[in-house]
């Protein structure tokens, strides 16, 4: 694994050069002409650090900024300063998932989704934790879940398109129209919760892509198919040791930016513009 400084090095470049080509993205500051001295990419580069340190909360990843790079940030705020930037820029985050991205060569997609539970199934019966801002008890392969559930839109090739944060109790199907619309149209792959007549007639039409579950194939195909599903396992598997289903959140912003984060941490890797 490369250095810790080279790894700090190669975020602030990303996201630097990316805000410097796009300078209207600081436009929520009460003042366009406000320059503040730590800078907005300083406060996203500390963020993205978590996935380096392999840390479970951004706390953490602060203090071990704060002290193992001092110098690189002599105007550091305290951790309520700085945590209130980053929740501020939390819409330039889903701007630069979509950055970290590679040309994609082929049009071929995978849909799926995973709880982000809130809490350990002891604690079901007296939970109470973000249920005014959504959260509910879902289920799937492994049983009941009370939280919230990502889904997600994965290039075949790896590298996340789109995500979306809905109650737990929300049909995989709700979102498949959402996710196909930040595709390049093409052939989505899916398991048998997408599978529906309107969904598939919705896809085909607004989206310009082709739905396929196992259901729709036989034989040879069901096993290719599902060969090729394994690639969203894989990438899920890599977010869950970024700790995306370790919930330290109070609030849903916070939970949403911590969440879209961790999905940036793994763009940039699998991009490769993070130094392995």
């Not at 090729?228 to 598997?237: A, G, H, N, P």
């Amino acid at each position: 694994m490369a250095p810790l400084e080279e790894q700090l090095i190669a975020i602030y470049i990303f996201v630097d050069d990316f805000l410097q080509a796009h300078p209207h993205q600081a436009h929520w500051r009460r003042s366009p002409n406000s320059t503040p001295r730590f800078s907005d990419a300083e406060v996203l580069t500390i963020a993205l650090m978590q996935g380096v340190f392999g840390v479970a909360t951004l706390k953490q990843t602060y203090r071990l900024v704060r002290r193992t790079f001092a110098p690189a940030f002599p105007h550091l705020p305290s951790y309520a300063q700085w945590l209130a930037r980053l929740h501020a820029l939390s819409p330039l985050v889903g701007r630069l998932i979509q950055a970290a991205q590679r040309p994609q060569q082929t049009q071929l997609y995978l849909m799926d989704s995973k709880p982000i539970p809130l809490c350990k199934p002891s604690r079901h019966g007296r939970v109470r934790l973000l249920r005014e801002e959504g959260s509910a008890f879902g289920k799937n392969s492994t049983g009941w879940f009370f939280g919230f559930k990502l889904h997600a839109l994965v290039h075949e090739s790896g590298a996340v398109l789109c995500a979306l944060l809905s109650a737990g109790d929300w049909n995989d199907r709700a979102c498949g129209l959402a996710l196909g619309w930040a595709s390049n149209g093409g052939i989505v792959l899916a398991d048998l919760g997408y599978r529906s007549a309107p969904l598939r007639q919705d896809l085909a039409e607004e989206a310009d892509l082709l739905l396929l579950t196992p259901a729709d194939a036989t034989g040879a195909q069901r096993r290719l198919l599902s060969s090729v599903r394994q690639r969203i396992e894989t990438t899920f598997s890599q977010l869950w040791s970024r700790f995306i289903d370790r919930v330290f959140s109070r609030s849903f912003e916070g939970l949403w930016s911590t969440i879209k984060l961790k999905l940036l941490h793994y763009n940039l890797c699998h991009a490769g513009l993070i130094p392995a």
